[in-house]
């Protein structure tokens, strides 16, 4: 078991591809002067979130848990080609309320949130090889799934990173996940799809991240005519600097990729984005279909812009010293977010 936190506040940064020992408590947080940083702004400037996205069919559901230390959110989203985005939900609270229950502990926890018609529960653990979920968004979208998931079945990609010189970051990433069980329903109606086809993407993050955050994001995952299963998890402008946060997987065998370029136009993204990498391991062709966006402009201590599109990728990977596999409209995720937090 790999320690976060080491002797003399050393961050064991690294991909790490075993239990990491959560003991984030005893870093010291630094500000600019090395100077440290104790009680509520240590605890405010602690952040963790949580992204889980299901492709079911003709549909596809995002949701996240996410703690800022002084503010707690929870939403999600349904989309259909067909209909757009179909229902939204979007519930905060403080961070001390007691709707919230969200671990600091990345490899085994049971998040919990409820409020009103709302309620969320998600169970993952490395030890017992699954991640589990429970939600109900407003009483009208409903589902629940059980889906296999170790470290030594997924090789999912567990990478930490200094933020900055006195900060740190960590993730985990990983698709697919393929449920042995899955149910999905809107307003009482159970949606079809089939389950053998059904397909999440998984996300976690924690740690003492910028001040102002930026990144690009990427992640998908389908299972493909002839039974083979592809998936992808892909960053820029995040944590660059020392271990690449991108991998994709090809039934389950990962392979890292070290850095991904975006391509496409700032003021017009629903053209198609074009995402690659120099080594010519990935090249992808991306068309938005929809989006679920956010902003908020707190003045100058919280800002936010987020935009997650969905849409379709058409495009290959080719692993080293591996056979390249095409793929044409495999449904997914895109991202731009912009924080001061």
Not at 110 to 126: A, D, I, M, R
Request: hydrophobic share 35%; with cysteine; aromatic share 16%.
């Amino acid at each position: 078991m790999v320690k976060l936190i080491g002797k003399n506040n050393r961050v064991n940064y690294g991909c790490i591809d075993e239990p990491i020992e959560w003991n984030y408590e005893d870093f010291k947080l630094l500000d600019f002067f090395n100077k440290e940083i104790k009680g509520f702004k240590k605890k405010w400037a602690y952040h963790q979130f949580n992204y889980v996205g299901i492709t079911a069919g003709d549909y596809i559901v995002g949701f996240a848990t996410v703690d800022l230390g002084y503010l707690c959110n929870v939403f999600a989203f349904i989309y259909s080609k067909e209909k757009g985005i179909i229902l939204e939900s979007d519930d905060k609270c403080l961070g001390f309320s007691k709707k919230m229950n969200f671990p600091r502990n990345p490899d085994n926890y049971l998040t919990s949130f409820k409020s009103g018609k709302t309620s969320v529960s998600v169970e993952k653990s490395h030890e017992k090889g699954m991640l589990s979920i429970d939600c109900n968004f407003k009483d009208r979208l409903k589902f629940k799934g059980t889906f296999p998931f170790s470290i030594d079945s997924h090789q999912p990609l567990r990478v930490l990173n200094p933020s900055v010189p006195t900060r740190f970051t960590y993730t985990e990433k990983c698709s697919p996940l393929r449920p042995t069980h899955f149910e999905l329903s809107l307003d009482g109606n159970p949606l079809k799809f089939e389950t053998d086809k059904v397909v999440a993407i998984y996300d976690w993050s924690g740690g003492y991240l910028r001040r102002e955050t930026n990144w690009y994001w990427t992640a998908f995952g389908a299972v493909l005519p002839d039974k083979t299963s592809i998936g992808a998890n892909l960053a820029a402008l995040t944590n660059e600097t020392y271990f690449s946060e991108n991998a994709f997987w090809i039934d389950h065998k990962r392979t890292r990729v070290s850095r991904v370029l975006y391509d496409f136009n700032q003021l017009e993204p629903y053209e198609t984005w074009r995402i690659y990498d120099e080594a010519g391991s990935v090249n992808l062709i991306f068309t938005p279909e929809g989006e679920r966006n956010d902003k908020i402009n707190g003045g100058p201590f919280v800002k936010t812009v987020f935009r997650q599109f969905v849409g379709a990728f058409d495009g290959f990977f080719k692993p080293e010293n591996g056979e390249k596999i095409e793929f044409k409209e495999v449904k997914g995720f895109c991202e731009i977010h912009r924080a001061i937090w």
